[in-house]
């Protein structure tokens, strides 16, 4: 597809518009990392000022133009301690919106809604990978998935953490099914107790997971760690272990000082607002629970923490190439049977996720009829969680007869027919090469598009171009008809 300008529907725009309060340094507006970014400016500031005075290098230098002086520490305090509540009351707004996003009345409903914005992310964030979505669009996903993991784990009778089990017991539930028609499967009681005080503080938990890894310290040391290129592996890792613990320490300061110090009653002489103060110190200690056991206990409830942050990391990452998309599930397999995550675990992130994620770009072999391949490829992008099998996706086909449409059918596509697999692509070995090349010219009829692929016969394809059309961007509505197999 032709280059140009990215347009975008409104969940698009919705999704970046979240991203950017998570995490955005620049222009004026405010983000919850940026407020955490300034926060530990302060206390860095406090701390070489008192080595300053240690110095006796003298209040009056200190003034004088030395960035560390009085009245910049002055500013810097007042104007934290003005957005206190601001932000504590932000944080809770981002954690409920992104609530709104993922949550629904029925199970159903809810994993159609997660895929959606797994989906939305990961094609944004690996199509503008100079941009802050990139960087934010982590955060969201991360969420995402461990509210998806606690679910599965929920229903499978795995999590054995008895504040979870407490209200979970009083979740409130609606069908398991969704019905397009059914505008309540959309809608869940605000006062939920499982919600508020498990779903929500999961949440929060999920995105304060990486805010101690912005310090200036842990940056710092970070850098350091780059520039050694001749340190042997042991060694590298225990600096890795040592950087982590750090930042772990770092993220429970900005738990206690920046948002938990906001929670605190506007009106001092309302009861109601300080009893609802002391419910949050609940939700607080199961933050404090959920961060502590992601870090230190594998196999424990801060896998619903642990194993996001492993998959999202690993998916994100500026080195993963799009082939070895597929083959992350796998790797964190391997992790689990190391002892870094639980089994249990591992194995339902493999049962919601497969192989393939959703917003993944599939190549295949579309069939005539319910037995015969045909001599072409087509074009489809997963849109769903649950797969049969791992290396079964379900999928929205994006490409009919070789052309771009917005209207697609649901298909779940077998590993036979998927040329991601080495034997499915040998299956286009037979076909005539100047066939493959007029397939080539007309997905790819930008030219230096055609010169990105390396084969003839791809094992995959890269769907951001498509995606980036806002007629593109609702892939879980407008199917041809009900499910088919290719």
């Given at each position: 597809m032709s280059k140009h300008k990215m347009s975008e529907n409104y969940f698009t725009?919705?999704?970046k518009s979240l991203a950017a309060r998570i995490e955005q340094y620049s222009g004026k507006q405010s983000s919850l990392y940026k407020h955490a970014s300034l926060l530990f400016e302060s206390h860095q500031i406090e701390h070489q000022a008192t080595q300053n005075k240690q110095s006796n290098l003298g209040a009056d230098n200190l003034a004088r133009g030395n960035p560390y002086g009085p009245y910049h520490r002055n500013f810097l305090k007042e104007k934290l301690e003005e957005k206190l509540q601001d932000n504590y009351a932000e944080w809770c707004a981002v954690c409920e919106e992104i609530y709104t996003l993922v949550g629904a009345a029925s199970p159903e409903r809810r994993q159609q809604k997660c895929a959606r914005l797994m989906s939305t992310i990961l094609l944004l964030s690996r199509w503008e990978r100079d941009k802050p979505m990139f960087q934010a669009g982590r955060h969201l996903y991360r969420a995402t998935l461990s509210i998806l993991l606690l679910d599965h784990m929920l229903?499978?009778?795995l999590i054995k953490n008895s504040y979870v089990l407490k209200y979970a017991e009083q979740r409130i539930e609606g069908p398991k099914t969704y019905s397009d028609n059914n505008d309540n499967d959309d809608i869940v009681d605000a006062t939920c107790p499982f919600k508020t005080h498990i779903q929500i503080p999961m949440i929060m938990a999920s995105l304060l997971q990486e805010v101690g890894t912005i310090h200036p310290e842990i940056r710092a040391l970070n850098k350091a760690l780059e520039q050694e290129t001749d340190l042997c592996p042991t060694k590298r890792r225990k600096m890795t272990v040592r950087i982590d613990q750090e930042a772990y320490g770092f993220t429970l300061n900005y738990l206690s000082e920046g948002i938990e110090a906001g929670n605190q009653p506007l009106n001092r002489l309302c009861r109601k607002q300080h009893q609802q103060?002391?419910?949050n110190k609940e939700k607080f200690k199961f933050i404090r629970t959920l961060l502590h056991c992601a870090a230190f206990k594998p196999g424990t409830v801060g896998d619903l923490l642990r194993l996001p942050q492993m998959y999202t990391n690993l998916l994100m990452s500026p080195a993963c190439h799009y082939d070895n998309i597929p083959k992350i599930t796998r790797v964190i397999c391997d992790r689990a049977r190391r002892g870094l995550v639980g089994k249990d675990a591992v194995t339902s992130l493999e049962t919601i996720l497969g192989y393939f994620p959703p917003g993944y770009g599939i190549a295949y072999i579309p069939k005539c009829g319910e037995e015969k391949d045909q001599?072409?490829?087509?074009?489809?992008i997963v849109t769903s969680l649950y797969p049969a099998s791992p290396k079964h996706p379900r999928c929205r086909a994006v490409t009919r007869n070789l052309t771009y449409s917005a209207v697609g059918q649901d298909m779940i596509i077998a590993k036979e027919n998927n040329l991601?697999?080495?034997?499915?692509?040998?299956?286009?070995e037979r076909v005539p090469e100047k066939r493959l090349r007029e397939i080539l010219a007309l997905l790819y009829f930008d030219?230096?598009?055609?010169?990105?692929?390396?084969s003839l016969i791809?094992?995959?394809w890269l769907p951001y171009e498509y995606f980036a059309y806002s007629r593109h961007q609702n892939l879980w509505g407008n199917t041809l008809n009900e499910l088919t197999a290719a």
């Open positions: 725009q919705a999704v229903s499978q009778g103060a002391e419910e001599d072409r490829y087509e074009f489809a991601y697999f080495r034997f499915a692509r040998k299956k286009l030219a230096s598009r055609r010169m990105m692929v390396s791809p094992s995959f």
